[in-house]
Each structure stands twice: as structure tokens, then as C-alpha cells.
């Protein structure tokens, strides 16, 4: 058996050169790195065509198929896997599929028509983050066209530029569009405490958060799903630790890697799965460890626990979800924009003919709709996955398969 | 697919991508038809007597209209040079509209003249005439600046992208990406250092050196703006129908900068510049351009980026850090920055 080489990262001490080594991208770690990759995948293939299995196999045999299937739960993750061209560096049978992991995709439709109907009223000013713009509601209109038609839609960077719009303009309604998964709650949390503390009543929030572990259960519940891996995303995971993944590897027994954004980090946690997968384990690891403690970010989590309750929250193509999302608990109630300006939720259908859905549950890739680079690209797309700088199909449609 | 005019002009349409270029040629040129428009170039040529002319203008609108590096004049002045200088042509003089909005500082626009008057000396350009509008408060963002440009084109210099070849290669005069973040930067507060400044400079000066130590080597330039390298070079590629290889690694982009587009999900091969030029050159030519750009302090970073390659049909690919590759397509829309 070929020994694996260690190719993990070692991070220098010095702390300036903690995010930015050149290492992260040396093309010699690269190269070592797949051919472990190779290797793997090809010790992987033998030890499941051997008939009887391996007793060490038989926890995680369920999931192993002719390919292995690997998810990444974060639209980074798909982003960087396609700016880096690593795809069609990898060994046949290791398959790559993307995730409900950008925030603006796994939005349903009825809830992006809720934020569209609150950017027509006249008193609101809407503020949101870049990517929601031309998000098509089913009327067929984006905010972008909502603003052409004089709508009062600003991008900002954070919920705290919102905040201080409201501060400044006490005349408007300030409503900010709370779309994003854990990494974006926290910073939303303090922004509702701080309008609080403030006492800025023009402010308020769509709450429409995601949760990443609820999701992942949701992938693992329907049986069609063959996923032999996860590698989880590093970001939310700064903020949530690893605790809360591990009933993947535990109840489901499928190996899950807290993996970073560069590329290296990209293959080693791949690699990283694969050894699990090779021993016949399923366990949550932490590739990401320079950012990710095993605890989280106890200061986020605070912040969202102060602010936030778990609430059912409704998916693109999957519908209400139980105890997946947030919502603004008693204390803050008041700061919920839905509340405030009493905006019904409709159930809406999906773009005719769109495979958002699918692609976002995994059993789908992008070039697999027939949408995909013809009706649908990003300047004129049907559905989220091709709008969203961080969806699936955008992120084919730019850099190539 | 066949496109057809929008309904209505959307900021998109102002972004210098793709969308620009559909109006550019569904209206402008459809209307405007003649052959020396016809080639949408960064300045255009005419013949003026037995002498060549190129010819060129440019508004300025940008906000906020001073930033870290340079301000709305410097770059006013700056781009018209630069598109002249960028079609080998020596520029000769450049006139500038003023449109300004009701209640508009003196002061302010003090400096900001006395900023053109400082970029059209540098360049040894003279500002040879000018208009000026104030429109009612409300009717403009404080200051709009156009400027146009004349210059003569050198005999025996004609720079076209029929003459680019395999094997040429791909030169870019230094950091990618520094004025577009500038300018983010200052228009949100993003609280990035100041680190980052406008690349603003005029480059005739430059572009004459390198003519002049690689007389033919060059073939074909182009000012990198909205849109920036990738979009650039995906025009060149489509008009002389052969491919460009880049290679990640060589890409010249400033560490803060590179720092600021992972922060913002921006790609540096996509912000806008106001001093850099891409150069298609000969390979022979290659060491003598480099050496030349280098002496100026506008080229200090200057580097071979990729080369020209032929394909079965013309694209722009990009070779990563880690050995994979990638297709660069052209800017869509605008840049929008990611959520999370």
C-alpha cells in the first residue's frame, strides 16, 4: 500500500502570515496532494468491489457507490473550487456536487416575493447585501428593476451601514434583508441590539437565517441522496464548532471535514475524506483548525442567542422546514420587518423549468438543467443558483466544468 | 440567442461588460455606422491631410470624486491621454466639459481642476478647451467631468489586432485592481486601510518609451478600465479570433488589494484600472519592453501575464496556482459583492 503523504499545511507561528502564506497555493503541494488523492481513490474503488466487504467497510458501505460523491456546503466552496480549475485535476469516480450552501439560493420563492413586496412600499427604504438584486420574484421582477421603477433599494456591506442609514434618516423606514446562514446572523444580532440600545425605531429586519446542521439532516433523510462525504463549511463552522455536525458521522455514518477556502485546504480535506472513507470511518474532522475551534465562536453565539430563536423556515423546492432558520425571539419581536409591516407568506411555484432545486439537494449538476447557459445565464437568469455570485450554476457558467 | 435593445437603461448597462457592449452595439453603432467607429477601439482614427489623427473622449462620473491616489480630475485627464496613448498615438491636447451641480463648492472644485492642471503637465499635455453647465441642485452628483482627446499617430506605427500571432506575448504594466478598490473603499467606508490607492496616471509618457525600444514589436494595446484585464482580453481574443493563456501566478496584484476582492468575493481580474495598459507583443520583443516599462514608476511591477495561443475557437483560459485551469468570460453586469 502506498504511504500517504502528509501534505497538511503547517501554519508559521507568527501570527501575520496566518491567513496569507503562499504555501495555500504552491502548485508542488498541489501536485502532491492529488496524486494522494489518486492513490486513494483508487484503494477506495478496490475496497468496495471486494466481495465480502471488508468488515472495517460495513459502517459507511451504504454510502459508497460506484463514484464517490462528495458535497461542499458553502457557496465558497463551490467558488473556489471552480476559480481554481481543480476539477478536472481529480481521479475518475470522485464526484463533486454542490450544496444548499448559498445563502440568497436556498431562499424560497415565496420569501423572496415577501421582500419584494416590502421594497414597494413607499415609506421603506430596503437595504441589502449585493447578491439579492436581481433575484427574481415570481412576478418576474428583480430589485434591481424595482429600483429602475423607484423603489428605495440600497446595497450596503454590513447590517451596521444599514443601521446607521436608519440613524441618519429618521424620516424612512430602514428595512435590512436577513438573508445568510450562521456567519451572517451574528453580525445581524448586534445590529439589533445596538438599534435597541439606540432606540432606532426606523430599523427593522426580514429575518429569513438559515441553519447549516438542519440542512445536512435534510440531505441525510431522503433516501435518493448518495453522499458519501461532506466537506463543511469553514466560516459558519468559525461560528457554530464542530459539536453540532456530529450526529452526521454518528447517526448517519457519513464522514464530514470542516474544510478551509484556499485551494490546498479544498484538496486536503477531500483527502481528509477519503482516509476516512479508506479506514471505514465516519467522523467529523477539522482541516480548517488555524480558524475553526472546536467550540466555536462563543461571542457570536451569544449574541444570536440573545436575539434569535430556532424557527421553521421555508426552502427553495423543499418547503417549511422545522426549527431550521431564525427568527427574533420575544425580546426583540418588534424588529421583525415581517411583523411590522404585516407581509403574508404565499406559497410561490418554482421558475418553470428551473433545477435550482435539485441542484441545491445534490442530485443534480448545473449543466444537467436545460435552462443552464441557453434562457438561463447571469445576466438574464431564471433561478438563484445562476444569479447568485456563490451559486452552483453561476459559478459553472463563469469558470467552466 | 438573439438579442434585442432592453426596455430600459439599467446601471448594468454602464458597467463595461458585456451589457455595455450589447447596447454599444444594438444603438450606438447600429446608428452611428462607419468604419473607423466600427472598430471600437479605445480612441479612433482618422485621417487628417496626409497624417493620421486618433481621436477620443470619455466622461467621468465617478463617487465619490476624491479617493485614496487620485480624484475625478486626475483620472478625467488620465483616461483621454491613455486612450490615445494606448493606439501608439502621441496626444496633443484634450479639451474638458464641466457639468456641475447648484451649490457645488469652489473650493472643491478648485482642487480638483488644480489636480488636472498637475496630471495634463505630467503628461505634457496642454487643456486647450472647455465648457461649463451647472444644472439645478438634485439634477447631477456634485461634478461631472468629459473629456476629449486628439493625438497624431506616428508614421509607421499602426497597431492592430490583426497582427497578433501565436506565440505572442501578453504583457501587463503592473498591479491589477488598485483603483476599482480605491474607490469601493471611499464610497462605502469599508474600513480598509488607505493602503489601497487609485492607480490614476498618465501613461503617454511610457507608452512612447517602450515604441520607441521595441519599434514592431508591439502589436496591439488596450487602457485596462471598467471591466478590467479579463473583459479586455476577452474582446481581443473574439477580434483576432486566436486564444489567451494566462497564468495565475504571474498576474501582478498587490497583496492589500488581493486582500480586499477575497474580503469583498470580487475577482482582481475584473476591477476597474486608470493607469495600466495590457500589451500584446512579439516575443522577441519582450525583454527590451519589460526593461523599459520598468523605468517608469508607472511599470515598476510590469510582467509577461500569458500568451497568445491558437484554438479550435477563440477563448481566454486561465492556468491556476495549483495546475488546473479555467475559462475567463467577460464582466456581465456590474461587480457585486458576495453575502457572506
Known amino acids: 500500500m502506498k504511504k500517504t503523504l502528509n501534505y497538511r499545511i503547517r501554519v508559521s507561528p507568527a501570527k501575520k502570515n496566518r491567513f496569507s502564506s503562499p504555501l495555500w497555493r504552491d502548485k508542488g503541494l498541489a501536485a502532491r496532494a492529488l496524486e494522494d488523492m489518486q492513490a486513494l481513490t483508487v484503494q477506495l474503488g478496490r475496497l468496495v468491489g471486494q466481495r465480502p466487504l471488508g468488515r ?20 465558497t466552496h463551490t467558488m473556489a473550487i471552480a476559480s481554481s480549475g481543480m476539477r478536472r485535476l481529480f481521479p475518475a469516480g470522485l464526484k463533486m456536487l454542490s450544496g444548499p450552501g448559498c445563502p440568497v439560493c436556498v431562499t424560497s420563492q415565496g420569501d423572496i416575493d415577501r421582500v419584494l413586496a416590502l421594497a414597494a412600499r413607499p415609506e421603506v427604504t430596503l437595504a441589502t447585501f449585493g447578491d439579492m438584486l436581481k433575484v427574481k420574484g415570481s412576478s418576474g421582477f428583480d430589485l434591481n428593476r424595482m ?80 453522499i458519501s462525504g461532506f466537506l463543511l463549511p469553514g466560516h459558519v463552522s468559525a461560528i457554530i464548532g464542530v459539536r453540532p455536525y456530529q450526529f452526521v458521522a454518528r447517526e448517519y455514518n457519513v464522514p464530514c471535514v470542516v474544510t478551509g477556502f484556499e485551494p490546498l485546504d479544498i484538496l486536503a480535506g477531500i483527502n481528509m475524506l477519503l482516509r476516512q472513507m479508506v479506514r471505514g470511518r465516519a467522523e467529523v474532522e477539522d482541516e480548517y483548525s488555524r480558524v475553526v475551534k472546536k467550540n466555536g465562536n462563543p461571542t457570536a453565539l451569544r449574541l444570536m442567542a440573545k436575539v434569535f430563536n430556532p424557527a421553521d423556515a421555508s426552502w427553495r423546492a423543499i418547503g ?28 410561490a411555484p418554482e421558475p418553470s423549468g428551473c433545477l435550482c432545486g435539485a441542484i441545491l439537494m445534490g442530485k443534480a449538476q448545473p449543466p444537467a438543467c436545460r435552462l443552464f447557459a441557453k434562457s438561463c445565464t447571469p445576466s438574464s437568469a431564471v433561478g438563484p443558483c445562476m444569479v447568485s455570485s456563490e451559486g452552483a450554476c453561476a459559478a459553472w457558467y463563469k469558470y467552466g466544468g | 440567442m438573439k438579442t434585442k435593445l432592453p426596455e430600459k437603461i439599467t446601471l448594468a448597462h454602464g458597467g463595461g461588460g458585456r451589457l455595455t457592449r450589447e447596447l454599444i452595439e444594438l444603438l450606438f453603432l447600429k446608428n452611428f455606422s462607419n468604419p473607423a467607429l466600427a472598430r471600437l477601439e479605445d480612441s479612433a482614427e482618422v485621417p487628417l491631410g496626409r497624417e493620421r489623427a486618433a481621436f477620443t473622449t470619455d466622461s467621468y462620473v465617478v463617487s465619490p470624486l476624491e479617493f485614496p491616489g487620485a480624484d475625478i480630475g486626475r483620472i478625467a485627464v488620465c483616461g483621454t491621454i491613455n486612450d490615445l496613448a494606448v493606439k501608439g498615438a502621441v496626444p496633443l491636447a484634450i479639451s474638458a466639459g464641466f457639468i456641475i451641480e447648484e451649490g457645488f463648492s469652489t473650493g472643491r472644485l478648485a482642487k480638483i481642476v488644480r489636480s488636472m492642471k498637475s496630471a495634463a503637465a505630467e503628461a505634457g499635455v496642454p487643456i486647450v478647451t472647455g465648457d461649463t453647465k451647472v444644472v439645478e441642485k438634485g439634477h447631477a452628483d456634485g461634478l461631472f467631468i468629459n473629456t476629449s482627446g486628439i493625438g497624431r499617430i506616428p508614421e509607421g506605427v499602426n497597431l492592430t489586432c490583426e497582427k497578433i500571432k501565436p506565440g505572442d506575448a501578453v504583457i501587463v504594466s503592473g498591479n491589477l485592481g488598485d483603483h476599482g478598490v480605491a474607490v469601493m473603499n471611499a464610497r462605502n467606508a469599508l474600513g480598509l486601510s488607505d493602503s489601497v490607492k487609485s492607480d490614476g496616471a498618465p501613461l503617454n509618457l511610457m507608452i512612447a518609451g517602450i515604441l520607441k525600444a521595441a519599434p514592431g514589436s508591439v502589436k496591439l494595446m488596450r487602457d485596462l478600465t471598467r471591466g478590467g484585464l479579463a473583459t479586455a482580453l ?40 486608470e493607469g495600466k495598459v495590457v500589451i500584446f507583443a512579439a516575443a522577441a520583443g519582450v525583454a527590451k519592453i519589460l526593461s523599459n516599462l520598468k523605468k517608469s514608476k ?43
Not at chain 1, 432558520?325 to 420587518?337: I, K, M, P, R, T
Not at chain 2, 494566462?246 to 474580503?263: F, S
Not at chain 2, 511599470?299 to 477563440?314: E, Y
Open chain 1, 56 to 75: 472495517h467497510l460495513q459502517r459507511i458501505a451504504g454510502r459508497l457507490g460506484k463514484t464517490i460523491n462528495i458535497m461542499e456546503v458553502c457557496g
Open chain 2, 298 to 340: 508607472y511599470g515598476r511591477k510590469a510582467a509577461v501575464a500569458g500568451r497568445v495561443i491558437k484554438d479550435a475557437k477563440p477563448q481566454v483560459r486561465l492556468n491556476t496556482a495549483i495546475g488546473g485551469s479555467r475559462m475567463i468570460l467577460p464582466l456581465e453586469g456590474e461587480q457585486l459583492p458576495r453575502i457572506c
Open chain 2, 234 to 273: 476577452c474582446e481581443i481574443s473574439q477580434a483576432c479570433g486566436l486564444s489567451v493563456e494566462l497564468e495565475e501566478t504571474a498576474i501582478p496584484v498587490a497583496r492589500a488589494t488581493d486582500n480586499a476582492c477575497r474580503m469583498l468575493g470580487l475577482d482582481p481580474l475584473y476591477v476597474a484600472n
Open chain 1, 147 to 226: 429600483r429602475e421603477n423607484g423603489s428605495d433599494i440600497r446595497v450596503v456591506y454590513s447590517p451596521l451601514d444599514a443601521l446607521a442609514y436608519a440613524r441618519s434618516n429618521p424620516l424612512r423606514q430602514v428595512v435590512f434583508v436577513g438573508v445568510g446562514f450562521e456567519t451572517t446572523a451574528p453580525l445581524i444580532a448586534a445590529s439589533v441590539l445596538r438599534a435597541r440600545e439606540g432606540k432606532i425605531a426606523n430599523f427593522s429586519v426580514i429575518p429569513l437565517f438559515k441553519l447549516v446542521p438542519p440542512a445536512l439532516k435534510l440531505l441525510l433523510s431522503d433516501p435518493k441522496n448518495d
Open chain 1, 320 to 347: 417549511k422546514v422545522k426549527k431550521s432558520g431564525l427568527c427574533l425571539n420575544a425580546d426583540y419581536l418588534s424588529f421583525d420587518a415581517i411583523r411590522r409591516f404585516k407581509i403574508v407568506y404565499k406559497e
